[in-house]
């Protein structure tokens, strides 16, 4: 596979099938794990399952943090034929990522309560809570590295791996998911312990490319260590802000939600946020499949093959996001259904909710493509600025001013709102790009 010269429709394809066949796989399990748990347990357990969502963004957050950052920075130096200074990228992000790992886990371990407190669990949600945190806890590294290895992996030139990986664990987690909740009944917990060995299983199917004929990832001993660290960072950090906002808006909402629209109305968003990282998962498995192509032809100077490939990406963003946003306004009360049991009082909170928010799905496209795109040609400043925008400064604003001045429905309306605000900027950045 030669990234500079070999049919670009053929080397899209190539990766574009298994990081969509990979986001797919992983969204399904925990879509699983959100079915399961709201017809197994109820829609308690699946309140709780949101809550605990903040604290599983920040470990998945700091694996796409040095995964993207370290491949992005790998695959431009290989573009200009300096294989030995990218894999010094690879060895600095993995261990500086196993340090973060380790401290996480202690915080993890000690603080877990007194976290839940923080991400708003009340005395209903959090045993729930707790129980499901407790198994995550115990394989708390093996969450940090799933992103970590797959991108890799997938950067190394072999994407099918990545893909057989997060599929064999998704299965097994799917079918655990079903036997520790259904005839074990071991509860909101054997949904996380279900989860957990699925991501095991990943990571071990990963960490085989290493030991095969197609591994060009050595480690060798890094130089300039800090300079190295930021630039990881700064690549990475627009990909860790699109990850973490996942959690950091579901908090918010979280918080807004229970105060100005009650518990049934957060039941209903549990549901707008489980597809939120189902949708957020292909769109990202779209960006990041074009990042290797995109960033080793930058290296080489190939701007042609550039726009040829990015335009491909851009065409298949657009179909998924109308098709994501048009499920939730023409069939609201059925996608709900997927997750729970509806009751009365949810159903017109259901109708209402989904029609509005699942508007944003379109423009969110397109603006989290448009940051992975910018990231693999090291417009760094550019794809943070509507990463922020986006999952932090617009979003939390908005999250907290719309239900005073218009009302808590008008929380539905929050992201469709930002999302398009954010597309305008996002337009400007491409047009200016060429």
């Not at 470990?59 to 491949?71: E, H, K, P, R, T």
């Not at 079918?175 to 909101?188: A, E, K, S």
């Not at 312990?193 to 960490?207: E, H, R, Y």
Request: glycine residues 8%; hydrophobic residues 55%.
């Amino acid at each position: 596979m030669d990234l500079l010269k070999d049919n670009l429709k053929k080397l899209y394809l190539r990766f574009l099938i298994p990081s969509l066949g990979s986001a797919m796989v992983m969204s399904i399990y925990t879509l699983t794990d959100a079915i399961v748990i709201g017809k197994g347990v109820g829609s308690d357990a699946l309140a709780a399952l949101s809550i605990t969502t903040p604290l599983l963004c920040i470990l998945m957050a700091m694996g796409i943090l040095f995964g993207v950052g370290g491949s992005v920075q790998m695959s431009v130096h290989r573009g200009t034929g300096d294989f030995c200074k990218a894999n010094r990228f690879f060895t600095l992000s993995f261990f500086t990522l196993a340090i973060i790992a380790g401290i996480l886990w202690i915080v993890y371990g000690f603080g877990i309560s007194a976290l839940l407190r923080v991400m708003g669990a009340n005395d209903t949600l959090y045993p729930y809570a707790l129980a499901y945190m407790r198994y995550i806890n115990i394989f708390l590294p093996v969450a940090v590295f799933s992103n970590y290895i797959a991108i890799f992996v997938r950067a190394d030139q072999d994407p099918n791996r990545a893909m057989f990986g997060v599929m064999l664990g998704g299965v097994v987690n799917i079918v655990l998911d079903i036997v520790f909740v259904f005839p074990f009944q071991m509860g909101i917990g054997g949904a996380a312990l279900a989860s957990a060995i699925g991501m095991v299983i990943q990571v071990l199917v990963g960490t085989t490319h290493f030991f095969s004929s197609k591994n060009q990832l050595k480690f060798i001993r890094p130089k300039h260590v800090l300079s190295s660290v930021g630039q990881i960072i700064g690549n990475g950090i627009p990909s860790f802000f699109n990850e973490f906002a996942n959690g950091f808006i579901v908090l918010l909402f979280n918080i807004q939600i229970l105060r100005y629209c009650g518990e049934a109305a957060l039941s209903v968003y549990s549901v707008i946020s489980n597809c939120v990282i189902l949708f957020n998962s292909l769109f990202t498995g779209v960006g990041q499949s074009i990042q290797p192509i995109i960033a080793t032809n930058y290296g080489a100077g190939k701007w042609g093959r550039i726009r040829k490939v990015r335009n491909m990406a851009f065409f298949t963003i657009a179909i998924l996001g109308a098709v994501f946003s048009l499920s939730g306004i023409l069939f609201p009360e059925g996608v709900c259904s997927v997750f729970v049991n509806l009751k009365n009082e949810m159903r017109a909170i259901a109708k209402s909710g989904l029609r509005m928010y699942f508007v944003a799905f379109l423009p969110m496209g397109i603006n989290l493509l448009t940051s992975y795109y910018l990231q693999s040609v090291l417009c760094v400043k550019r794809s943070l600025c509507i990463s922020l925008l986006r999952n932090v400064i617009l979003s939390s604003v908005a999250i907290l001013t719309f239900p005073l001045v218009f009302g808590g429905d008008s929380l539905w309306l929050v992201m469709p709102v930002v999302e398009l605000l954010v597309l305008v900027l996002t337009l400007i950045f491409l047009l200016q790009s060429d």
